[in-house]
């Protein structure tokens, strides 16, 4: 196994530190920082560029901490326990810069400062787990190449990590539990199975469990298959199988940032892509004169009717956001989109220049995909106005955000 010794420069996508070794090949190191000389093994080479694996920390960074939990290093989902708060929030806003610039060839953008969360740690109110191979639940380990069981989280809220520990599960075929927990208190877990069969199931605690199916709808097995999330004094009910933002005040932020950016005025129309369970429709609906709204998800369409039935202006439209656009003849003064990770299709960015609003707000889970959609928004005739970053999942190197473009 090669052994090199690393002087670490700069933070990638992906939560990884790097370094150079002689003859300036990049080498990717985990659970490092920039600044760290470091002693590695070379774990994958790709000739190009390489991953390897720490062996020891020669001289560490100011920013280093030490881990709250104990799979850190192991688990999958923490990548960046090692570092202080304050600098985490640095390097996300840093790999946004990176990543506008060498995926979206576009420089000179207004990159403001990572919106802190106020809760670090325990902010997760929804969480996901995979069965191990002995019927015990855990997190997808890429460092071991398998399911790793888990005693402790420090992501999620409480009541969550006790429904967890009281889990007494043995499903065949299980490939994914949900546990998520509403404002009211309430607990939801959500199966999803290889099959469709409902299985036979008895709790002796009040809990809800759905089942959700491959098309992404939920079915009740014991309770409600929902539970309900209160934003900046609004009621959302989320169903099982519809996505909602995992941490409560980073919600909160994200709403914040896009009524900003929006400065909406009365008179003004919003078209919103990928609207989920209406979140975002709610607040932007009390500031435009008319909101058209696009949803694929059924159940999340269900909610959002729910959720918005105490508004008049809002038109909701069932379907894809290419199959509906490109059906609609309309002019809206800003259009926003919050789509999954893997960003607009090449189809919606073209529907989106016929459409042609004069503002743009793109939310992105994904950092990579927002700046390779950011180049053909660019092509499109659109300009990034500003980019804000807000921290939606701390201890990991994943980055929320929320950027206005304008046309012309």
């Not at 996300?92 to 506008?100: F, G, M, N, P, T």
């Not at 429904?163 to 546990?179: K, S």
């Not at 609906?285 to 709204?293: K, N, P």
């Amino acid at each position: 196994m090669q052994t090199l010794t690393l002087h670490l420069t700069d933070m990638a996508n992906g939560g990884d530190a790097l370094g150079r070794d002689e003859n300036g090949r990049v080498i990717f190191v985990p659970f490092t920082i920039p600044g760290e000389r470091v002693r590695v093994e070379i774990a994958e080479d790709k000739e190009r560029f390489a991953h390897a694996r720490l062996v020891e920390v020669l001289e560490a960074s100011e920013e280093r901490v030490e881990p709250r939990c104990p799979h850190f290093g192991a688990c999958g989902i923490c990548h960046w326990e090692h570092i202080d708060y304050e600098a985490q929030l640095k390097y996300k806003r840093a790999i946004v810069v990176d990543q506008l610039a060498r995926i979206g060839h576009l420089e000179n953008v207004e990159v403001r400062p990572t919106v802190a969360n106020r809760e670090p740690y325990q902010y997760r109110t929804d969480v996901s787990f995979s069965p191990t191979p002995d019927d015990a639940l855990g997190f997808w380990s890429p460092y071991r190449g398998e399911v790793i069981p888990i005693e402790a989280c420090y992501l999620i809220r409480e009541p969550l990590l006790e429904l967890f520990q009281d889990v007494d599960l043995a499903l065949p075929g299980l490939r994914r539990l949900t546990l998520r927990l509403g404002d009211d208190g309430a607990l939801l877990v959500a199966l999803e199975t290889e099959g469709v069969e409902a299985p036979m199931l008895a709790t002796d605690f009040p809990v809800s469990v759905a089942m959700v199916l491959p098309d992404g709808s939920a079915a009740n097995l014991v309770g409600d298959n929902y539970v309900v999330k209160a934003v900046k004094g609004r009621d959302f009910r989320v169903s099982a199988g519809s996505f909602f933002y995992p941490s409560p005040p980073a919600t909160e932020a994200l709403i914040d940032t896009v009524m900003a950016l929006a400065d909406l005025r009365s008179s003004q129309t919003v078209l919103e892509a990928y609207s989920g369970v209406g979140t975002l429709t709610a607040f932007l609906a009390e500031q435009a004169v008319e909101m058209i709204v696009i949803e694929a998800a059924p159940d999340a369409v269900a909610d959002a009717v729910v959720n918005l039935q105490d508004t008049e202006n809002v038109a909701m439209y069932e379907g894809s956001v290419e199959d509906v656009l490109g059906q609609l003849k309309v002019y809206v003064d800003l259009m926003v989109v919050d789509p999954p990770p893997e960003g607009l299709s090449r189809r919606a960015v073209t529907l989106i220049k016929t459409v042609a609003p004069s503002r743009l707000i793109y939310i992105s889970s994904d950092v990579a995909t927002m700046a390779r959609d950011g180049r053909q928004l660019q092509r499109a005739g659109y300009e990034a106005v500003v980019v804000q970053p807000i921290d939606m999942q701390p201890q990991t190197s994943h980055v929320l955000t929320v950027s206005l473009w304008a046309r012309g």
